[in-house]
């Protein structure tokens, strides 16, 4: 971003150069909880109505209920929860993003303090501009936050094992040490120390 040099008494200020902040992933973590509660549904439904059975259970010869077997297709060792748990992850984030930034609210905040896209007209075309940016991002972002869910599921199908440590422990682990570091640099910086990882 570019803003307008102005003049106010004899100071002058503006004239300098910045960058709009977008995180590849500005939802976080929250699209894997909602995502993972939606789904925790139908396995919940599945153990109020046939408490304590497997399908194990059923001999060969023996019918399984078709609810019992619909609802299984939902537990979290199977392909179909894989599929729609990715599917949900990326809906939800797309969804987060498109409810907590407005665009045109950051096109109009651009144009009050006299700020400028390079080569972008003021008005709809930022706005339009930063909405194309920030779907691109939410898509790198959206995958991104999939895969590292997605893969404890995989491996633990792979390995035939359950794997305690699920993709969003992952994520919550991450962003907390992230957040941590942040701060760390923000009270060393208020200090005027050199930093923390120099």
Not at 65 to 71: A, E, K
Not at 157 to 169: D, E, H, K, P
């Amino acid at each position: 971003m570019q803003y307008a040099k102005r003049v106010v008494g004899r100071k002058m200020y503006g004239g300098q150069s910045s960058y709009i902040p977008i995180k590849v992933t500005m939802s976080g973590v929250m699209p894997v909880i909602f995502a993972s509660a939606l789904l925790s549904i139908p396995g919940m439904i599945k153990n109020f109505a046939y408490p304590g059975v497997l399908l194990t259970d059923f001999q060969t010869g023996d019918i399984v209920p078709i609810g019992f077997r619909i609802l299984s297709f939902f537990d979290y060792n199977q392909p179909p929860y894989a599929i729609l748990y990715l599917v949900l992850i990326i809906a939800f984030n797309f969804f987060y993003v498109a409810v907590q930034y407005n665009p045109v609210e950051m096109a109009n905040n651009l144009r009050k303090n006299n700020g400028t896209i390079p080569g972008i007209r003021p008005g709809k075309p930022t706005s339009d501009f930063i909405s194309r940016v920030i779907s691109k991002i939410t898509l790198v972002g959206a995958l991104f936050i999939a895969a590292v869910a997605i893969l404890p599921i995989i491996m633990g199908g792979v390995a035939q094992m359950q794997i305690a440590l699920g993709g969003t422990s992952i994520i919550i682990v991450v962003g907390v040490a992230l957040d941590t570091v942040k701060q760390l640099e923000s009270q060393m910086m208020m200090r005027h120390y050199k930093g923390f990882l120099e």
